[in-house]
């Protein structure tokens, strides 16, 4: 068994400056840089930020900072202070996974475990799936959690997720609300999708956004976890606990959910479009 470990519990930096510079980093404020790739990695998480534009003035639409639900990985759009527009395309990743034995067996001979989960981050944050990656057996995900955890209560109804699973396609997903009301007025939208910013913005695993509902007459408002490209080296050491954030996610959001969808509920703050 070939293993390697990155860093040490106690300095999460030890090994990993080695590592990344072999691969090419090179140290910035906070950790290291590579082809518009910043990675800063912290005691509890490691933080990487592609440096991409949110889009200019001549774009056809607004910036959308849940726009990225049902892209493959763990990428999201999360409030950074000082960034431009406040907002910089995040994905972070627990710390424990660089600071224990890893067994390179599991992945391509010709990677090591570092430089499949930097080729994982780094093609994710493109959009693209590392090459030749395919999905972990779907009997083999499924022995991972109990068939119970996809089913949250949330509010005043009971929110039933799903395994995504295909060769090419690795995630979880809950609907929050299994169809956004044609009627809904634009300020309860508004509120609505301050909702799920704050939401992908606590829970680092989490992303949400909207997509069309089955019959794609409508849109669903939802919670989910793409692990899409995931190396075999860490992809049931992150699917365990990412589960466990989107169902935490899924209960925090499900009763404020349902209350800016029922027309029945009046309320003046919820008649303004939030600031």
């Given at each position: 068994m070939n293993t390697a470990t990155w860093s040490s519990p106690t300095n999460p930096a030890a090994g990993s400056c080695e590592v990344l510079l072999s691969?090419?980093?090179?140290?910035?404020?906070?950790?290291?840089?590579?082809?518009?790739?910043?990675?800063?990695?912290g005691k509890d998480w490691w933080t990487f930020?592609?440096?991409?534009?949110?889009?200019?003035?001549?774009?056809?639409?607004?910036?959308?900072?849940?726009?990225?639900?049902?892209?493959?990985?763990?990428?999201?759009?999360?409030?950074?202070?000082?960034?431009?527009?406040?907002?910089?395309?995040?994905?972070?990743?627990?710390?424990s996974i660089f600071s224990q034995n890893i067994d390179e067996t599991l992945w391509d001979p010709g990677l090591t475990a570092a430089e499949a989960i930097i080729q994982w981050v780094q093609e994710t944050a493109a959009g693209r799936v590392p090459p030749g990656w395919r999905a972990p057996e779907r009997t083999v995900v499924e022995s991972w959690f109990d068939r119970a955890q996809l089913t949250v209560v949330a509010g005043t109804a009971l929110r039933q997720g799903e395994l995504l699973w295909e060769p090419e396609r690795f995630a979880l997903r809950?609907?929050?609300l299994p169809q956004v009301p044609e009627g809904l007025p634009p300020s309860r939208l508004a509120w609505l999708r301050v909702l799920l910013e704050e939401t992908q913005n606590r829970w680092q695993f989490v992303r949400c956004g909207f997509a069309p509902d089955a019959e794609g007459n409508g849109s669903i408002a939802l919670a989910e976890v793409d692990l899409t490209g995931v190396p075999p080296v860490v992809n049931e050491t992150l699917f365990v606990p990412a589960l466990e954030a989107l169902r935490f996610a899924v209960q925090w959001l499900g009763e404020p959910a349902d209350w800016l969808a029922d027309a029945e509920v009046v309320s003046e703050l919820l008649a303004v479009c939030p600031k």
């Open positions: 691969l090419g980093f090179a140290p910035a404020a906070g950790g290291y840089v590579r082809d518009g790739l910043s990675i800063c990695p930020v592609h440096e991409t534009s949110r889009g200019g003035s001549q774009d056809a639409k607004p910036f959308d900072p849940l726009s990225l639900a049902g892209a493959p990985g763990l990428w999201k759009w999360l409030d950074h202070s000082g960034s431009i527009g406040g907002r910089r395309k995040c994905l972070v990743l627990p710390a809950f609907p929050i």
